[in-house]
């Protein structure tokens, strides 16, 4: 499914009175006044499930997981952020029975796998800011802004595997 079409899918699921739905990111204000995005590459699709990334300007990020017509689980992302966002959302994505996501805190990059099935959660840092992610079958690359590699994680239908290089 494309993302002009995905984004229109997380603008109905949204609950707000005031919402903006623009070219490739939807902005609303939450009750206290601070600005919330989805950007278009922040949405995730796999089958029936929908992923999305919610960037909120003092740094009150959530990831969203529509499991089914009637459930959406929320994750309030663990940022250190002093009350301002760091960038939000890097990279957002399906892969086997696994949602990936990357997202940028005060220090580092945190990689995030998490069974879809189980909703376990496996946090990793990446000691680098502004990595490059490649999602490629079935193995996730993460390298350096050098263009050096720094980890490969290898999916498989219930389990992965996270290799340091």
Same mark, same amino acid.
């Given at each position: 499914?494309?993302?002009?079409? $995905? %984004?229109?899918?997380?603008?109905?699921?949204?609950?707000?009175?005031?919402?903006?739905?623009?070219?490739?990111?939807?902005?609303?204000?939450?009750?206290?006044?601070?600005?919330?995005?989805?950007y278009?590459?922040?949405?995730?699709?796999?089958?029936?499930?929908?992923?999305?990334?919610?960037?909120?300007?003092?740094g $009150?990020?959530?990831?969203? $997981?529509?499991?089914?017509?009637?459930?959406?689980?929320?994750?309030?992302?663990?940022? =250190?952020?002093?009350?301002?966002?760091?960038?939000?959302?890097?990279?957002?994505?399906?892969?086997?029975?696994?949602?990936?996501?990357?997202? &940028?805190?005060?220090?580092?990059?945190?990689?995030?796998?998490?069974?879809?099935?189980?909703?376990?959660?496996e946090? %990793?840092? &990446?000691?680098?800011?502004?990595? $490059?992610?490649?999602?490629?079958? =079935?193995?996730?690359?993460?390298?350096?802004? =050098?263009?050096e590699?720094?980890?490969r994680?290898?999916?498989?239908?219930?389990?992965?595997?996270?290799?340091?290089?």
């Open positions: 499914m494309e993302q002009k079409n $995905l %984004l229109r899918l997380v603008f109905e699921k949204i609950d707000f009175t005031e919402g903006e739905l623009k070219d490739n990111e939807i902005v609303w204000k939450n009750i206290f006044g601070a600005e919330h995005i989805i278009e590459y922040n949405i995730a699709f796999q089958q029936d499930m929908l992923a999305w990334y919610e960037d909120n300007e003092v $009150l990020d959530i990831l969203k $997981l529509k499991i089914n017509k009637n459930f959406i689980l929320e994750w309030k992302v663990p940022v =250190n952020t002093m009350g301002f966002s760091y960038g939000g959302c890097r990279f957002i994505d399906f892969c086997n029975n696994f949602l990936v996501v990357v997202y &940028i805190d005060k220090h580092h990059d945190q990689l995030v796998l998490i069974d879809i099935k189980t909703f376990e959660l946090k %990793l840092i &990446i000691r680098d800011h502004y990595s $490059l992610i490649t999602l490629n079958e =079935n193995k996730l690359y993460v390298r350096s802004k =050098n263009n590699s720094i980890l994680v290898e999916f498989y239908n219930e389990t992965f595997t996270v290799y340091n290089v």
